[in-house]
């Protein structure tokens, strides 16, 4: 009998915090996965973010080969570079190949899956921010009005911004603890009406949690303060292990439980603005007209009326409701684009998004303005950088920032690497944190709006009748979970998958009567030109990426 897969995702998940809460007794239904399978460390991608780490668990593959490096798409698209979708994986996903086997598959909440594809069974897609959740957003049409109908509703994320930028968490929490019931009743409604081999759902709370509550549960932390949120992570967590728990009770013995995180948590401790130091070095330019927009901080109704006027380079203003909040909490020069603060025709470097925690060199034939030659100039700009990096200190602790630096054809392999940022930087244990903002005067500052921030190591726990016991593992990557599934619901590989089968985790019984099969890699992949949401859509969605 082949077996079915049920797959655990919980967002930044870590046993930094899981080990320590298991022995105060807190995650029972953690513990007794952990105890009677297997469990390691799953190492994500570089730089540990959600879309590169959540596509490659889908497709087994380094994002040299799938194409997704970041929230964003890539810098061919022009320096305004829109938000991109399920569209731009230039690879086949797990959903896809276990449907084309006659798998009947389910998925909830897994980033990157909207626009949802066509399988055979049900995607309800995950982390759409500011999008419509209306009929079409799910695959098959009609199945949101379904769990309307069902369980009253689903929604699939909550931002709000004096949350963001405040300690005035009360209906952040609120609303998170309605998304988190939601959630389990959609997945225990699915699992029980819906036919399904293999079903995912993935928890994305945690996330949210350690992004603004590390400085409360850590005592480390350098802005740790004892207050009533210090047990907040902690009790996200217990939510997902009491939904695991439900979740386990619907399940038989023959069904394969895997639970795994994208990437790991941990402490921020500051900012890294890189475009100033860029500048310092003589590789980034501003354009003159701009200057007085950034060096000077002016009253918010300022920016308002200046962005009315036609000022390009305002992307977002604070509502006017929600003003008399947050004026003193953002500085509204946060809301600049810097793309449009500097020139071009004098940049030779310039930063990526935070979350690619990377470079880019303003490469002529990729970048729409680039200066730098391919060949002798680039490399020779890379080199630089570099050097210079990596003799890089905190003034205020004396201490190096950067651990170590990697050119991407160091981190990536595949027909798509030349689109990934060029250097990327794995900041001191993690808690440096690249921002690309111009307009403060330090270098370096403590991190406000977020207290913790992703690590590499993830987490991957495995449970079933052919699985071995007790037994923990290392060396793990998230793209072998894909080939790993694959393998245990008695399929065949692709050929070209970068991840490896964990038949070492089964049973040696089990193991002789299921050899791994491989199947001859297939030409597959998507142009540039598809996968982004419109602008309209790409801006609802900055404003809330942007924290």
Do not use: C
Not at 207 to 220: A, N, P
């Amino acid at each position: 009998m082949k077996s079915k897969v049920f797959v655990i995702g919980i967002d930044s998940a870590t046993f930094d915090v899981i080990n320590p809460l298991i022995n105060r007794g807190y995650l029972p239904n953690l513990e007794r996965l952990i105890s009677n399978g297997v469990s390691g460390k799953l190492g994500s991608t570089m730089p540990p973010v959600t879309p590169p780490a959540w596509t490659s668990f889908m497709t087994g593959k380094n994002p040299g080969k799938h194409g997704v490096f970041d929230f964003y798409a890539s810098t061919s698209f022009g320096y305004d570079r829109p938000v991109l979708n399920s569209k731009y994986i230039k690879s086949r996903t797990i959903w896809k190949l276990l449907s084309e086997h006659g798998k009947k598959v389910g998925a909830i909440n897994v980033p990157m899956t909207h626009p949802a594809e066509e399988v055979n069974g049900f995607i309800i897609p995950g982390m759409q921010y500011g999008l419509d959740t209306g009929n079409d957003f799910a695959y098959p049409p009609g199945l949101m009005q379904e769990l309307e109908k069902a369980i009253g509703g689903y929604k699939v994320l909550y931002g709000d911004m004096i949350s963001l930028y405040t300690d005035r968490y009360k209906d952040l929490l609120k609303e998170w603890r309605e998304i988190v019931k939601m959630r389990e009743k959609a997945v225990l409604y699915l699992m029980e009406k819906h036919e399904w081999d293999f079903f995912m759902a993935v928890f994305y709370s945690v996330d949210v949690m350690q992004h603004h509550f590390w400085k409360y549960y850590d005592k480390s932390h350098p802005e740790y303060k004892p207050s009533e949120y210090s047990e907040i992570i902690p009790e996200f967590y217990r939510y997902i292990d009491s939904s695991a728990g439900k979740i386990l009770d619907r399940l038989d013995e023959d069904t394969i439980v895997m639970v795994v995180s994208d990437h790991g948590a941990g402490p921020e401790h500051k900012a890294f603005y890189i475009n100033k130091w860029l500048a310092g070095q003589g590789l980034l330019s501003f354009k003159k007209k701009y200057t007085w927009l950034w060096k000077m901080r002016l009253p918010h109704m300022m920016y308002k009326v200046l962005r009315r006027s036609g000022v390009k380079a305002i992307e977002w203003t604070v509502p006017i409701p929600y003003l008399p909040f947050l004026w003193r909490h953002i500085d509204p020069r946060e809301g600049l684009r810097v793309h449009e603060l500097i020139d071009w025709s004098r940049t030779r470097a310039y930063a990526g998004n935070h979350t690619e925690q990377g470079i880019y060199i303003n490469l002529k034939g990729r970048e729409q303005g680039g200066i730098v030659a391919q060949g002798e100039e680039y490399e020779k700009t890379r080199e630089l950088i570099i050097e210079k990096l990596g003799d890089l200190n905190d003034p205020a602790t004396g201490t190096r920032i950067v651990d170590r630096i990697y050119k991407k054809e160091e981190v990536y392999h595949g027909p798509y690497t030349h689109l990934a940022p060029d250097i990327f930087l794995d900041m001191k244990d993690g808690s440096y944190l690249i921002q690309k903002e111009v307009y403060h005067k330090e270098l370096f500052k403590p991190a406000d709006k977020s207290s913790g921030t992703h690590k590499m190591d993830g987490i991957f726990i495995m449970k079933g009748a052919d699985v071995k016991q007790g037994v923990r593992v290392e060396n793990l990557s998230i793209m072998d979970i894909a080939p790993t599934i694959l393998y245990a619901m008695g399929l065949p590989v692709p050929g070209d998958m970068d991840g490896k089968v964990l038949n070492n985790l089964f049973q040696d019984s089990f193991k002789e009567t299921h050899p791994v099969k491989y199947l001859d890699a297939e030409s597959e992949g998507i142009t540039d030109e598809q996968g982004v949401y419109s602008p309209d859509e790409s801006g609802k969605m900055k404003k809330m990426l942007r924290d």
